[in-house]
């Protein structure tokens, strides 16, 4: 029963997700593009998601097949290196779009702080296992917390929610047998405070 909890809530709380529950987190929020058109927020969401979640996904397939990685799930730390570096370039080209489109830079800045988590996991599996899914959602921890600290209220309670799940996903990770205590919470600090020095200036 446990495992399969786990496994669920590591499949909702993925970090593939973490860009795309950002952009949905501030579009909804009170901040000053929550008042941006609904249909060109939807617009620009499905792009995120289409560049951000599944492009990695086919990048992911298509690695395999070539065999450059050895199964899906990246559970080797090599295997994931030459995945999250590539996956830069779908962000890449979403804020090449963004910049035309001449959208709020906060947006752009959430494409670049996703780039910035992405090298520097990729830097350190080269290395070492970290908790990718940790990182994934100490990102949105840092960058809630980044918003309530500038005096985005409605970020207050989001952020209490996130560090709950971010606990929950810690245990799950744990429960798996994915992960030891150190990189779970080497991969949660590594996002919160990346993402957080990025946003809180």
Same mark, same amino acid.
């Given at each position: 029963m446990?495992?399969?909890l786990s496994l669920i809530l590591s499949i909702i709380l993925h970090p593939i997700?973490?860009?795309t529950y950002i952009f949905i987190v501030i579009f909804s929020s009170n901040s000053f593009v929550a008042? *941006? /058109?609904v249909r060109f927020k939807v617009m620009l969401t499905v792009f995120v998601a289409i560049n951000t979640i599944f492009l990695p996904l086919l990048l992911i397939v298509l690695l395999h097949r070539l065999r450059i990685i050895h199964d899906y799930t990246l559970k080797a730390s090599r295997d994931r290196v030459f995945p999250l570096a590539i996956s830069v *370039? /779908?962000?890449l080209f979403t804020i090449f779009l963004f910049s035309r489109l001449q959208v709020p830079f906060v947006l752009i800045k959430i494409l670049q702080a996703g780039i910035y988590t992405l090298m520097i996991s990729a830097a350190i599996s080269y290395f070492w296992k970290i908790s990718l899914h940790l990182t994934g959602i100490g990102g949105i921890s840092g960058?809630?917390?980044?918003s309530a600290l500038?005096?985005?209220?409605a970020a207050v309670p989001i952020f209490i929610v996130s560090i709950l799940l971010s606990g929950l996903l810690a245990s799950a990770r744990l429960i798996k047998g994915d992960h030891n205590p150190t990189q779970v919470y080497t991969g949660f600090l590594t996002g919160f405070t990346l993402v957080f020095l990025i946003f809180f200036k």
């Open positions: 446990l495992q399969r997700l973490a860009t008042f *941006l /058109p *370039l /779908p962000y960058f809630l917390l980044a500038q005096g985005n209220q």
